[in-house]
């Protein structure tokens, strides 16, 4: 597929995705945001609204088999967090720190990275009690080490980063947690320089365009070569919706970026990754402010048995014996490429990025 076949924004319709069932909790039916939800959900017609009597979500495991991991994916809870989430943790290398509006996604990525990192069924928990998260953000403010004071980011100020475990522009129409997010960067008087950062595969941003972001919100999306999204990244936008949303943002002045991820050296990846490039080259604004961060496939023994459970008849490259085994710092075991296949791709990535979109900052490379 040539993605340069399409050399002007289009108006795609978006995927909305609609749950079959929602669970509300107690307290997150009292918070401000939940009722918010709650009206949003009506608006929407999504008939099956279970408000509980409790804080306690029902037990979703079923029998831990395919119908109940679809019944589970096809769920919306609505939760107030635990209070050890206000405790923010930085997110190297995206950004100093992470909160999360959200966790859990419906779509169907066969290498999804939340794979390895969320446990229990994987329903989409969104968080209620987010108005008291924001106004929690301002205390740090000025702290972090991934662009705080750092030479080579430092003009972003101190990063936030609210898609670590969910995408939130899956559930925008059903939440209005991120515009929510959005609009309070842009408008809060803060002790400092900030950025609030999120990356989507998702494409709906007509109710994003005219918020008043003022700079303060950088909107990746997450794209990558025709097959590869074409192959796995079932329920999600397609990639040349993502672009045309991409296009719409930085024409109404939005900062925006590329997450080049999953990257995999596919078969014609060059050519593929190549006409990527060339259709966000054909679609951006010349003075767009652009970002790219770049990912290579990468997975652990725990996201590989959970991505296998899944999507048994996988056809994702998850074979260890092709692999170099990195540990982290506390000897958590991931396998990604050999450092020639990693060099490769690296030096063929940054030549490409730099003749194909010179005005955009490759961020790093994983
Ligand atoms: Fe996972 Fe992102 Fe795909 Fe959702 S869109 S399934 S979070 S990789």
Known sequence: MLYLTMTAPAAPRPRLWTPSRVLVTRSAAERPHGQRILARLEAAGVSDVELLRSDRLPNLRGDGDRAAFMRAKDTLAVVVGAPSRRRLQPIPPSADWRFDL???????CQYCYLAGSLTGPPITRVFADLDEVLAGLDAHVGRGSVTTGTAGRGAEGTTFEASCYTDPLAIEHLT?????????????DWPGPVQLRATTKFDDVAGLLDLPHHGRTRLRFSVNAASVARRFEGGTAPVPARLAALAALATAGWPVGLTIA???PVEGWRE????????????LPPDADLTVECITHRFTPNSRATLIEWYPRTRLEMDVDRRTTKRGKFGAVKHVYPRETMAGLRSWFEAALAERLPQARLLYWT
């Not at 959200?102 to 169907?108: D, I, L, N, S």
């Not at 593929?272 to 259709?279: H, K, N, P, R, T």
Request: aromatic share 6%.
């Open 262 to 264: 999953p990257i995999m």
């Open 176 to 188: 209005g947690g991120l515009a929510a997010a959005v609009t309070h960067f842009g408008t809060h």
């Open 102 to 108: 959200a966790e859990g996604c419906p779509a169907h």
């Open 272 to 283: 593929e990754y190549g006409d990527l490039l060339d259709a966000v080259a054909a679609l």
